[in-house]
T-cell receptor, first 111, second 114 residues
Framework: AQSVSQHNHHVILSEAASLELGCNYSYGGTVNLFWYVQYPGQHLQLLLKYFSGDPLVKGIKGFEAEFIKSKFSFNLRKPSVQWSDTAEYFCAVNGNNRLAFGKGNQVVVIP | DAGVIQSPRHEVTEMGQEVTLRCKPISGHNSLFWYRQTMMRGLELLIYFNNNVPIDDSGMPEDRFSAKMPNASFSTLKIQPSEPRDSAVYFC????????????FGQGTRLTVV
């Protein structure tokens, strides 16, 4: 079964700073990759996804992620964060229809 | 579509009682997932169904947990008997099993076992 690793569980940064969250997965077959965001007290919502084509994927709210197959990675980036980006971010891998999540990154943006 | 609907939104119960959580997936979706979210363990996949059939229940913590999907529009997760360590937020998600499609999550059920 696939697994997902996310690093730096807690991230604190100031508005306008750049954000990068790492995601590594283990699965030998074809995968679909996702980043979800969970705002405080809410359910998970899709930020962006990759399943084929251009490995640089652009999502909502200025987020993007790059799939590097050789590194089994799908890192999330945002050049300039806002206070409203305070949330928990989850990387997910869908292999053989089994959707597995990482443990998440708690991101706090200080105004 | 109203999205994935879970009920109840909050449940407080006493240790030893039976708890049933309910989920209505998005119409037309043929995969359904149950997750548990805690501070300590993050988001854990408990079980998932494809075309109403349980495919992988390896994440179900123990025999006290059971899940059913009697038809394409309804699933339950039951805990009997419940214990304080079962306190968590339980999410249901559904998706159409086509490559590249994402899962859609319900609002979750916050379970507190006292």
């Amino acid at each position: 079964a696939q697994s997902v690793s996310q690093h730096n569980h807690h991230v604190i940064l100031s508005e306008a700073a750049s954000l990068e969250l790492g995601c590594n997965y283990s699965y030998g077959g074809t995968v679909n990759l996702f980043w979800y965001v969970q705002y405080p007290g809410q359910h998970l919502q899709l930020l962006l996804k990759y399943f084929s084509g251009d490995p640089l994927v652009k999502g909502i709210k200025g987020f993007e992620a790059e799939f590097i197959k050789s590194k089994f990675s799908f890192n999330l980036r945002k050049p300039s964060v806002q206070w409203s980006d305070t949330a928990e971010y989850f990387c997910a891998v869908n292999g053989n229809n089994r959707l597995a999540f990482g443990k998440g990154n708690q991101v706090v943006v200080i105004p | 579509d109203a999205g994935v609907i879970q009920s109840p939104r909050h449940e407080v119960t006493e240790m030893g009682q039976e708890v049933t959580l309910r989920c209505k997936p998005i119409s037309g979706h043929n995969s359904l997932f149950w997750y548990r979210q805690t501070m300590m363990r993050g988001l854990e996949l408990l079980i998932y169904f494809n075309n109403n059939v349980p495919i992988d229940d390896s994440g179900m913590p123990e025999d006290r947990f059971s899940a059913k999907m009697p038809n394409a529009s309804f699933s339950t997760l039951k805990i009997q008997p419940s214990e304080p360590r079962d306190s968590a937020v339980y999410f249901c998600a559904s998706r159409m099993e086509i490559r590249g499609t994402e899962a859609f999550f319900g609002q979750g059920t916050r379970l507190t076992v006292v």
